[in-house]
């Protein structure tokens, strides 16, 4: 969100709309917010976590689309390939939360299922994830503004959000960054704060 604010300004807009300011999101208010699912979706597209997606073999010799794959082989699901083919995402290193919807608004069918793997390796906490994520994200958004940084001159840090500014490995995430994380109002840090209180007394029970 440092580098999209535009996106951020319109999910914090559904979130104030549907939501409000005087609660925290929660996974009932999924299916009312549409725009945060697409920026949810987006996010995952964008910059997957697992580009190569897990290892597969195969335990007998196959043929797939011509090319002959032995026994033994080692397979792995492109996920990066993927996610940026551009029949189906055109400029897929822009990060534009409205390709996941409809020309009348509503969200399309891609839930992008393809990020937690394939078969039998697929994630086992692929549901789990897809909540917890999207809870978090929702809930961020929805309690604090994200912005660039300034240095101690006042100059404005600026961001680098390219693929170089991310791990190379098997699971990818964003190098170290500076940026700005601010409560949204006076309200939003009560809130946050009395949630985290409740939390520690019942991981505390």
Request: proline share 6%.
């Amino acid at each position: 969100m440092t580098v999209h604010p535009v996106e951020q300004q319109r999910a914090q807009q559904e979130i104030d709309q549907v939501i409000g300011s005087d609660r925290l999101p929660t996974f009932a208010d999924r299916s009312s917010l549409p725009y945060v699912e697409a920026l949810y979706r987006e996010v995952l597209r964008w910059r997957p976590i697992a580009p190569l997606s897990v290892a597969h073999a195969t335990d007998v010799d196959d043929v797939y689309k011509g090319y002959y794959i032995p026994k033994g082989s080692m397979v792995f699901a492109n996920v990066w390939a993927i996610s940026r083919d551009e029949t189906k995402y055109p400029e897929p290193e822009e990060f534009r939360p409205e390709r996941f919807f409809n020309e009348d608004g509503s969200l399309n069918d891609d839930a992008i299922g393809y990020v937690f793997g394939f078969g039998r390796r697929i994630c086992p906490g692929q549901h789990m994830a897809d909540l917890v994520v999207w809870l978090m994200i929702t809930s961020v958004l929805a309690m604090f503004n994200i912005s660039k940084d300034k240095d101690e001159d006042g100059n404005v840090i600026e961001v680098d959000a390219s693929i170089d500014s991310f791990t190379d490995s098997y699971t990818s995430h964003s190098l170290p960054f500076k940026c700005a994380i601010a409560p949204r109002s006076q309200l939003a840090e009560t809130l946050v704060r009395d949630t985290a209180d409740v939390a520690l007394q019942k991981l505390n029970a």
